[in-house]
């Protein structure tokens, strides 16, 4: 459900990466933020113009550029555009949301981008990471905040990139079928606009997330074939994918990052998602103590949320009356199933596909991802999956970059490799040259930062706190 921007990892990325920039304002000092960033609530921008339900799927309502930053604080040195679109909601029914598109300032491809899905994991419109990303927001999502730093790396290779908020206008976190149906939106809008200088009409796509980004990175190359053929996508990187909700939260509940799994079952009965079922539902069985988890989930990022329920089990009966037995009620099961990925064979990617999974993840459970892997590939999917065989949920995501932009970039070239492959990599480092000289001084921090970390991702809980307060302070 999450991942690890709430660790020690990230800790070390953050202050190696702000030394980075700290350095840079040395030679171009900043001028004093005039005003904060309006939240997404109380910002027009996200509000569609009347009678956009008769629209089609994917039609730009709105558009504005904005000065993009570095936890608020710290200007990119890139183009920004921010463009509201049409999307749907799991009942087929109209809404709206935001996506955010980068150009690098010099030598952009203009034929192709990348679609980057944040693990923004939180059940607030608060937490948006197109929020996040302007200058003069505060820093509400350190998730969004500090992926933003890995986004960096694609817009380095040349990229333009797209992120969108694909959880929707209520912040439905989990619901797999909503976010799919929101990148693939977001795809569409992002290749119709003319503001970031596209040479083609049909721009190539790859798409890339990890964790939740993985929810979304998953359904949307799972709804492709059927909800969007027409576009131009030539693969999909997801790495520590939640395959199966049931099984995440078996897998999780009671543990350090139990505080994911209130704000997935907030985001699942949010109106937008399964609401008309899944919320009287909840009514039904939800406790004062459970229902105080939901309120907190539904008005925090997940920072918060982990902090706020660690070690705590929602298949309790403190937390709801059904105690365990609510894995097999009818309802619960029925919403739960949707939500998998993998059961029905005419939800294959027709793109290829890049799977990677750390065997010890402590918060993804690895059976659910390879399970996937079979599905897909007996499906007739082009599936390579890499398994990880050092290391937890955060380190992966680190040691997966130069991988993940290595598939990006032979998706692109048409030489990812048909069919089913698996393999397993040992090796816990990251090689700082395997991006290029440009990306050492990143790379060189990742590696001395999952050195300290240590195997299994030990210490992933211990420095949420701290890492908060480095950033939120600004």
Not at 44 to 68: C, D, K, W
Not at 95 to 102: E, K, M, P, R, Y
Not at 135 to 148: K, R
Not at 292 to 300: E, M
Request: hydrophobic share 45%.
């Amino acid at each position: 459900m999450s991942f690890g921007p709430s660790s020690p990892v990230w800790h070390q990325l953050v202050l190696v990466l702000l030394a980075l920039a700290i350095t840079e304002l040395h030679a171009r000092p900043l001028k004093p933020i005039a005003a904060r960033a309006s939240v997404p609530a109380t910002d027009p921008f996200y509000q569609p113009p009347a009678g956009y339900e008769a629209e089609e799927p994917g039609t730009i309502l709105r558009t504005r550029s904005i000065v993009a930053s570095f936890f608020g604080l710290l200007l990119d040195a890139v183009e920004a555009h921010q463009l509201l679109y049409r999307t749907t909601a799991v009942n087929g029914t109209a809404i709206a949301t935001v996506t955010t598109g980068f150009k690098p300032l010099l030598g952009a491809a203009t034929d192709r981008f990348v679609s980057f899905q944040t693990a923004y994991d939180s059940s607030d419109t608060v937490c948006d990471p197109s929020y996040n990303y302007e200058l003069g927001a505060v820093q509400t999502d350190i998730i969004s905040a500090v992926e933003f730093l890995i986004l960096q790396v694609y817009l380095a290779e040349g990229y333009i990139v797209a992120a969108p908020d694909y959880e929707g206008p209520d912040a439905a976190f989990a619901p797999g079928r909503l976010e799919g149906m929101g990148v693939l939106d977001g795809m569409r809008a992002v290749s119709a606009y003319t503001g970031l200088g596209f040479s083609t009409t049909t721009p190539a796509i790859v798409g890339v997330g990890y964790s939740g980004g993985a929810i979304a990175s998953g359904w949307a190359a799972s709804l492709q074939s059927d909800y969007a053929p027409e576009l131009s996508i030539k693969g999909w990187a997801a790495g520590g994918t939640p395959a199966n909700l049931t099984g995440t939260t078996v897998f999780v509940d009671n543990t350090v990052f139990s505080g994911f799994l209130p704000a997935a079952l907030d985001g699942l009965a949010k109106p937008s998602a399964y609401g008309a079922e899944l919320g009287p539902f909840i009514e039904s069985i939800i406790t004062p103590l459970g229902q105080s988890k939901l309120t907190f989930a539904n008005t925090y990022c997940a920072v918060e949320d982990i902090l706020n329920f660690a070690e705590q089990s929602v298949l309790s009966t403190s937390f709801q009356s059904l105690g365990y037995d609510l894995v097999y009620d009818p309802t619960f099961v029925s919403v739960m199933q949707q939500n998998i990925m993998g059961l029905y064979a005419n939800e294959t990617p027709i793109a290829p596909v890049l799977l990677y999974h750390a065997a010890l993840d402590e918060i993804i459970p690895y059976a659910n991802a390879s399970t996937l892997f079979d599905s897909w590939c007996s499906n007739g999917a082009s599936v390579q999956f890499t398994t990880y065989g050092s290391g937890g949920h955060a380190t992966t995501e680190l040691l997966g970059v130069p991988a993940a932009v290595e598939f990006v970039e032979a998706a692109f070239a048409g030489t990812v490799a048909s069919g089913c492959s698996s393999n397993t990599v040992l090796d816990s480092t990251v090689d700082p040259l395997a991006l290029g000289l440009d990306l050492e001084p990143l790379l060189t921090g990742l590696l001395d930062a999952l050195v300290r970390f240590g195997e299994q991702d030990a210490n992933l809980i211990s420095d949420l706190a701290i890492l908060e307060t480095l950033i939120t302070v600004t």
